[in-house]
Each structure stands twice: as structure tokens, then as C-alpha cells.
């Protein structure tokens, strides 16, 4: 354990990152993942069929490819533009944080897109009518109706999503993000200890997934509050 | 930046090279996941707490971590205790073959022990007391009656587990094997063409994909012929 000394400090920034990364997906995650919902049941055949192609794609695909695709691809991209208004520069890439963020999202937001869809046929149509009938327009029905009835329904597949999400922040050490595992990985070059410097990751990690799982229940718990008066 | 095509057609037999890599990697640790799985969920239907609480915090442990964490864990960690090096595994772990193997069962087995649980809880009770009205006993009950409708059951879930296990046998590029990820990678370390190499690798995984999905949709189809001949 007196391997560890010295270390704590950096594998408290590392989970800084990984909870910095968590959050920054986890919106990209909700975003994508309407979106794709939105699309999927839109009447819009272009929308569908995009929509598929997003799903089939990421959730077909191991992560750690989307991964290295979209940051060395997008490196590649970024430097062909830029050496168009200036043939002096070498490489451009996106920041791994960014690159890593988005990648993840993507990939989650895939399997979140199914989720929502899923929630948002849920609704009882009855409800929807009923708002329909107090004169609600569709963004309002939309914000106040559906919304809150499709999250008491998303929320138990979702909080899987959030752990998968977590889990994944894990890969974008790969591409050099500083976080808890690009940390151990220092701290073992030094020490040569690997079996403590990971297990530590694995204990934050354990920990992360810990508070997901615990604030889905008392999300849950809030999102069905008004049931449980009615009993 | 022009898509090269002529790399594409020379490097797509060189990643297929992989794929026995691949598909030992996948089937082994499905294979053998599946008998953990089968042990985890005798002990946490059994009953009895000595056995229930070591299958709970496994499953907990090894599904609040990431697999990333866990093969880093048993291929850089492990050697470092000594216990492990001269106990009779060091053949196997001392390989990263092996200890993939190891990371990839020991993972898949904790989900798919709650997916088959999730089968096992979905059989109606009724059918359970009509075997025990007939007098069998309670492993016959749970061999004739429970496991084959449990299996049906747990078969659509089972199914996107096994997808997640192929996705998974990726990572193991990061231990130096060389499986379909791992020859990418090191193709476009050679070549620095990302967009050719991974976007050639994608479709080829999204070819696996849907071949196993595909065959876990037939086998439901036969499993469940009896309910359609019904209707």
C-alpha cells in the first residue's frame, strides 16, 4: 500500500476527468439519444432511415473502434483543412477529452435512442389527446406531457446507459485522455506495481457506478412519487 | 486526404487474418461465461446466504468496473503478486491469449448470470407447482420445467450480450494480441490512414453483428414455435 504514496492526489484528478467526461457524455448522451428518438418516429422517411443507420452502426461496432476512428479520423480531417489556409501546419487534432466525450456519447446515444423510442410509444396516447384538448400547442405538449411521462419509463434502461457510460471513460486513456487509468499507468512506470495502481481504478470505478446506480433508485423513487400517493 | 482504395483491398485479407483470433476470443469466453453464469445463478437462487452473497458481490464487482480495467487488472497486475506466479495458472496467465480469456469470461459471466436470473424469475409460478403436483422433485422441476422456458426467455437479452462479448474481444488489441482491432492498429500505425483501415474494420464487425443476430433470431424462432402454432 506504500506504493500509493504521493499518488492519491493524482488519482483524485484522474476521477476529476473521468466524472468531467461522465457529465460533458452524459448530456451529449441525452441529446443524441432524443434526437435519434425524435427522428425515428418522425414521419420523415429521410430522418428514419439516418436515424437507423445511426443505430445499427454504433451498436454494432466495439467502442474502442468508434474510438480510434473518430479521433484519428477526425485528426486527419482537421489537419486537411487547416493546411488549406496554412500549408505550414503539421497536425491539428481535437483534444482527447473532446474527441473521447463525443465518441462515447455517440456510441451510448445509440443505445439510448432505443430507449427513448421506446418510452415515447409508452406514453398513453389518451394523455397526449388530453393535452391536445386543453389547447396545449406541440412544443408545449411535447415539454410538459411527454417528456415527463416517457422519463418515468426510460429511466430504469437509462440508468444502465449511465453505467455503460461510466465504464466507457475507461478507453479514452487510449487516445491519452489524463484520467484515473492514464494515471495508474504513470504511477506503475514509476513504482512497478500494476496490481495495486489498477486496482485503485477499479475501486473508483466501482465507486462511480456505485452513486449512479444509487441516484437512479431515488431518481426513480421521485419519478413515481405521484403513484404512490394514488394507492 | 483521398480515400485509398487500393489500401482498402490490401488490407481487408490482412484484418480477416484476424478474425480466427476474433472468434476464439469470443467463442471461448462465451462459452466458458456461460458456465460461470450458470454456477452464479444456481448460488443466488439457492437460497442459502453463504452461497447468495459471494454470487451478488461478484456480479456487483465485476459489473461496476470496466473490462478495459479488468484484462489490465489480470494481464500488467497479476504478475506482480507472487502467489500467482508460481501457482499452477502461470502457464495460462503468463499469455495474454489466456488471460483475455480470463478478463472476457469472468466479465460476460456476471451479465449473463442476470439475464439468465431475469429468464429463471419470468417462469410462471403456476407451472412449477403443476410439477411438483406430479411429484417431481425440485432438480427435476428446475431441469424439465424452469431451464427450458427460462432459456427462451432469456434468449432476446442473451442475445445482446453476446454482441456486447464480440464487441469486447476488441479491447484485447490492447494486451498485444492481434485479432482483427489489433492488425488495424497496427496497419494504421504503418500507413496513418484511419479512415480506410477502421471504416473497412466497422463493416466487417457490423457484418459479424448481424450474423449473430440473425442465428439468435432463428434459434428464438424455433423455440418458440409451439406459441406460434397455437395462434
Known sequence: ?231 | MIFDFALIVDSIPKMLAGFWMTFELWFLSAVLGMALAIILLLMRISGRWYLYAPAMAYIYIFRGTPILVQIFIIYHGFPQLEFIRESIFWPILREPFGCAILALTLNTGAYVSEILRGGVLGVDRGLKEAGAALGLSSTHRFIYITSPIAIRLALPAYSNDIISLMKSTALASTITLLDMMGIARTIVAETYAPYEIFLSLTVIYLILTWIIQKSIGLIEKRMSRHVRSEA
Open chain 1, 1 to 231: 500500500m506504500e506504493a500509493l504514496n504521493g499518488w492519491w492526489d493524482d488519482f483524485f484528478w484522474g476521477s476529476v476527468v473521468v466524472a468531467d467526461v461522465f457529465v460533458v457524455s452524459l448530456i451529449l448522451t441525452v441529446l443524441f439519444g432524443l434526437t435519434g428518438a425524435a427522428a425515428k418516429l418522425s414521419k420523415n422517411r429521410v430522418a428514419q432511415s439516418i436515424a437507423n443507420g445511426y443505430t445499427i452502426i454504433f451498436r454494432g461496432t466495439p467502442e474502442i473502434l468508434v474510438l480510434l476512428l473518430f479521433y484519428f479520423g477526425s485528426a486527419i480531417a482537421l489537419t486537411a483543412i487547416a493546411q488549406i489556409s496554412n500549408p505550414e501546419i503539421k497536425y491539428v487534432d481535437i483534444p482527447p477529452f473532446w474527441a473521447g466525450s463525443i465518441a462515447i456519447a455517440l456510441i451510448v446515444g445509440s443505445y439510448a435512442t432505443e430507449t427513448f423510442r421506446g418510452a415515447f410509444l409508452g406514453v398513453e396516447p389518451g394523455q397526449i389527446e388530453a393535452a391536445r384538448a386543453l389547447g396545449l400547442s406541440n412544443f408545449k405538449t411535447f415539454i410538459y406531457v411527454r417528456i415527463p411521462a416517457m422519463w418515468r419509463l426510460a429511466l430504469p434502461p437509462f440508468g444502465n446507459h449511465m453505467l455503460s457510460l461510466i465504464k466507457d471513460t475507461a478507453l479514452i486513456s487510449i487516445i491519452g485522455l489524463e484520467e484515473t487509468l492514464f494515471v495508474a499507468e504513470q504511477a506503475i512506470a514509476t513504482t512497478g506495481k500494476p496490481f495495486t495502481m489498477f486496482i485503485v481504478v477499479g475501486a473508483i470505478y466501482l465507486g462511480f457506478s456505485t452513486i449512479i446506480t444509487l441516484s437512479v433508485v431515488v431518481l426513480e423513487k421521485y419519478a413515481n412519487q405521484h403513484l404512490k400517493i394514488a394507492r
